[in-house]
């Protein structure tokens, strides 16, 4: 069994609960109301720039070559719809809980501040441990990588292997696919949630793939990725695809002396 040929994630479009939390950041929590905090995380459709948005990395998505082999999609609506506005020609969609988004319990649409009030102890972890924390009756990103984002690879192995696959999905669940493929150890992955050089914009598309995208040669794993998002132009507001530069990764052992650096790196508590 082995890995796809290509696999491109891609993040739905901006969805209606975007809108609203950043809205909240901004300071102005005038949707924060009790028929928001009823609404489900699954049922969030997308807002008409998520729509935009979708539109402009599916036109991108087809230019890339032939048909996908297979089509993944989250049953979350904001998930459903980012792929039907995709518009890609021939698709037949097959719906993966497994790469539903990571579930954040009680706290889901909560307002910051009540967060903190209300769970203050959970709040230090959090900011202590983004990738061990849970909300109280949510999961950790851990328990998402090991459980459903192994799942998924294992069903990819299974049943992908040499294709070309496209799943749309979350934002977190792609991190854990990310920690995962790219075999990143705990501090980098960290590192990379916490930064805004590693932001995973609406509607980013992460390809990955077996083949150097320089050489054209195929490695027996995933090996190379490249990050592409659609932005708009600051006059025009046209929507174009940005794209990085392709990046390798190996999947790395380390020595007695290499694992005794990273302990080093680690200042004794007491």
Request: net charge negative; charged share 25%.
């Given at each position: 069994?082995g890995?796809p040929?290509?696999?491109?994630l891609?993040?739905?479009?901006?969805?209606?609960a975007n809108v609203?939390?950043?809205q909240?950041?901004?300071?102005?929590y005038?949707?924060?109301?009790?028929?928001?905090?009823?609404?489900p995380?699954?049922?969030?459709?997308l807002?008409a720039k998520?729509r935009?948005q979708a539109r402009?990395?599916?036109t991108?998505?087809?230019?890339?070559?032939p048909?996908f082999?297979?089509y993944l999609?989250?049953p979350?609506?904001?998930?459903?719809?980012t792929?039907?506005?995709?518009?890609?020609?021939?698709a037949h969609?097959?719906?993966?809980?497994?790469?539903?988004?990571r579930?954040l319990g009680?706290?889901?649409n909560?307002?910051?501040d009540d967060?903190?009030?209300?769970?203050?102890?959970?709040?230090?972890v959090?900011?202590?441990?983004?990738?061990y924390?849970?909300a109280?009756a949510?999961e950790t990103l851990?328990?998402?990588?090991e459980v459903?984002?192994?799942?998924?690879?294992?069903w990819l192995q299974?049943?992908?292997?040499?294709?070309?696959?496209?799943a749309?999905?979350?934002?977190?669940?792609?991190?854990?696919?990310?920690l995962?493929l790219e075999d990143l150890?705990?501090?980098?992955?960290i590192h990379?949630i916490?930064?805004?050089?590693?932001?995973?914009?609406?509607c980013?598309?992460?390809?990955y793939?077996?083949?150097d995208?320089h050489?054209g040669h195929?490695?027996a794993?995933?090996?190379?990725?490249q990050a592409s998002?659609?932005v708009?132009?600051?006059?025009?507001?046209?929507?174009t695809v940005?794209?990085?530069?392709?990046r390798s990764f190996?999947?790395?052992?380390l020595?007695?002396e290499e694992?005794?650096?990273?302990?080093?790196a680690?200042?004794p508590?007491?």
């Amino acid at each position: 069994m082995g890995m796809p040929m290509d696999l491109y994630l891609v993040r739905h479009g901006e969805s209606e609960a975007n809108v609203i939390q950043e809205q909240g950041r901004q300071g102005d929590y005038s949707r924060f109301t009790e028929e928001y905090l009823a609404i489900p995380d699954r049922g969030w459709r997308l807002s008409a720039k998520g729509r935009e948005q979708a539109r402009c990395i599916g036109t991108w998505l087809q230019g890339k070559g032939p048909a996908f082999d297979r089509y993944l999609v989250s049953p979350y609506m904001r998930a459903r719809e980012t792929a039907v506005e995709l518009g890609l020609p021939g698709a037949h969609w097959c719906e993966c809980r497994l790469m539903r988004e990571r579930s954040l319990g009680e706290i889901d649409n909560m307002r910051p501040d009540d967060y903190e009030e209300v769970y203050h102890r959970n709040a230090v972890v959090r900011r202590g441990d983004p990738l061990y924390w849970s909300a109280p009756a949510g999961e950790t990103l851990a328990q998402v990588a090991e459980v459903r984002a192994q799942g998924l690879i294992n069903w990819l192995q299974a049943r992908a292997e040499g294709q070309s696959v496209i799943a749309v999905s979350h934002g977190d669940f792609m991190h854990t696919l990310m920690l995962l493929l790219e075999d990143l150890p705990d501090e980098e992955f960290i590192h990379r949630i916490s930064s805004h050089d590693w932001d995973f914009h609406n509607c980013i598309c992460l390809h990955y793939s077996r083949r150097d995208p320089h050489s054209g040669h195929v490695s027996a794993t995933i090996s190379h990725v490249q990050a592409s998002w659609p932005v708009p132009d600051p006059e025009s507001g046209q929507w174009t695809v940005h794209s990085q530069p392709w990046r390798s990764f190996e999947h790395m052992e380390l020595t007695n002396e290499e694992l005794a650096a990273v302990v080093r790196a680690q200042e004794p508590h007491m």
